[in-house]
């Protein structure tokens, strides 16, 4: 298990004592097969964010170890957003104000979650959500999130150039 641009291999570090209860459920399972970010699947993108925002946290002397698991269960969500917002009746809400809630929801029932990670799942969509987040690991997982997008989409992009340049 690796994230993106990682040459680390997640399952040997630090970083996977913090979310090895968590990791081999089946309801991250699913998100295997759930593409996310056009290049990438859902579970990938968790991964990435996860892994990162730990990083990041640990730097700063956070808690890196909630960080790694917020940003494991972020979005544990199973729907496509795409045809959720394709199908969306009047009234509903847009995918990108809503999923934080059910990703909580999801993460609720599959563990424990501390005041520090739910602020970080609800929150990970600031500031198209409401209310500002409470702690500076919830800013962290927000810019690491939008971070790990862009990658998602341009590395693929990026190294299909590469190698035609270099073929």
Same mark, same amino acid.
């Given at each position: %298990?690796?994230?993106?641009? /990682?040459?680390?291999?997640? !399952?040997?570090? /630090? ?5 090895? $209860? ?14 996310? &970010?056009? &290049?990438?699947? *859902?579970?990938?993108?968790? !991964?990435? !964010?996860?892994?990162? /925002?730990?990083?990041?946290?640990? @730097?700063?002397?956070? $808690? ?15 729907? $496509? *957003? @795409? ?11 847009? &995918?990108?104000?809503? &999923? ?17 990670? *739910? ?5 990970? %969509?600031?500031? %198209? ?27 693929? @992009? ?5 190698? @035609?340049?270099?073929?």
């Amino acid at each position: %298990m690796k994230a993106i641009c /990682s040459k680390k291999e997640l !399952v040997l570090s /630090s970083y996977y004592l913090c979310i090895a $209860d968590i990791i081999e459920q089946p309801q991250l399972d699913r998100l295997k097969d759930i593409t996310h &970010h056009i &290049h990438t699947t *859902r579970y990938q993108h968790c !991964v990435n !964010v996860s892994y990162y /925002s730990y990083l990041i946290c640990r @730097k700063f002397r956070l $808690d890196a170890r909630s960080a790694a698991r917020a940003g494991l269960l972020h979005d544990l969500f199973y729907y $496509d *957003r @795409k045809e959720y917002n394709a199908c969306r009746q009047k009234g509903q809400p847009k &995918h990108s104000l809503m &999923h934080a809630r059910l990703a909580l929801k999801n993460a609720s029932k599959l563990t424990d979650i501390n005041s520090l990670e *739910r602020d970080m799942i609800e929150n990970h %969509m600031w500031p %198209m959500t409401r209310p500002l987040p409470k702690y500076k690991e919830t800013y962290i997982i927000t810019v690491i999130d939008k971070y790990c997008a862009v990658l998602e989409f341009c590395v693929p @992009k990026i190294s299909g150039i590469i190698s @035609k340049i270099n073929n």
